[in-house]
């Protein structure tokens, strides 16, 4: 008796070993397939809650004032040069239309401010950096060109009260350097009368190797055609200086000023035998511009 139970044992177990996955596999197919709307549908399996959420960003919705105008710059030929020459340059910023007027430095790059809180701003910010030709300047004869850049990275600003302001661009170089730019200032805003303001304080900048090494590194075949000794540029400190600047509101659309800009090149940059022999430590930018401000919308 106790072996026909065995077996019959052994027989069923076999059958439902060869039932069991047929029926699990229907079964499946049938809570995935069945409607959505009947009282006991089921999902198949709940997905789990992210890891993490996606940090909010404002709508680009909404009123907007732009800022747009010229400028024009009496600076060093290129980084690092002894000579100097003049440059146009954009003006670009946007806010929110509504919030207050925010101080803007001749150093600022393009901007727009996606997060305002009144006193803190930040968001993306862009610089374009000329072309460096060999052929036109005697001091680069025998260096490499370097085309134009695009710096695109981003912005903070910060004023712990209305008249000192605090600032960071932080941008990655596009096209013809891949380095890491970071841009540091502080300003003192003095309103002078009605409509004129002055304003002034330090500069720092930290770059990256690899945009220190684009403009100041030689290598071995430069250093035979320039005479030059080869010099391998490393990042880190690049300058340290200061500025001031004059700005006059004409009305609520239209602003002029004028600024000066110093800055001392340090590290690396600073001891490259292009600026050793051939240009100069001391960086001086002079600049006078005009800008139009005005809302729009975007729904």
């Keep these: ?177 891949h380095g890491v730019v970071s841009d540091f200032s502080a300003d003192f805003i003095v309103p002078v009368a009605r409509g004129l303001t002055v304003s002034a304080g330090p500069r720092f900048t930290l770059q990256s190797s690899k945009a220190t090494s684009t403009y100041f590194s030689i290598d071995a075949a430069q250093a035979m055609a320039t005479g030059l000794s080869a010099f391998d540029a490393k990042g880190g400190a690049h300058s340290v200086g200061a500025g001031a600047q004059v700005s006059y509101r004409i009305d609520q659309h239209w602003e002029v000023h004028s600024y000066v800009e110093y800055e001392r090149l340090l590290g690396d940059a600073a001891k490259s035998p292009l600026v050793t022999v051939r240009g100069s430590v001391n960086q001086t930018t002079i600049g006078i511009g005009a800008s139009y401000s005005f809302d729009f919308n975007i729904r």
């Excluded at 404002?58 to 004032?65: I, Q």
């Excluded at 009144?118 to 300047?137: C, I, L, N």
């Design 1 to 177: 008796m106790n072996s026909m139970t065995r077996a019959f044992s052994r027989s069923a177990l076999k059958k439902a070993r060869r039932i069991f996955p047929v029926a699990a596999t229907v079964a499946a197919l049938g809570a995935v397939a069945a409607p959505p709307d009947t009282a006991s549908a089921q999902t198949a399996f709940t997905l789990p809650a992210p890891p993490f959420q996606v940090p909010y960003l404002p709508s680009a919705s909404g009123n907007w004032t732009l800022m747009i105008g010229i400028g024009g710059e009496y600076k060093p030929d290129f980084a690092g040069a002894n000579g100097s020459k003049f440059s146009p340059v954009p003006i670009f910023t946007i806010r929110r239309a509504g919030t207050a007027e925010q101080f803007r430095g001749p150093r600022d790059s393009a901007s727009i401010a996606l997060i305002d809180f009144g006193d803190f701003q930040a968001g993306p910010a862009g610089k374009f950096v000329s072309a460096r030709k060999a052929r036109d300047y005697p001091e680069l004869a025998g260096l490499r060109d370097v085309d134009f850049t695009f710096e695109l990275g981003g912005f903070i600003q910060y004023f712990p009260v209305d008249w000192f302001r605090l600032r960071n661009e932080t941008r990655q170089g596009i096209g013809g350097h």
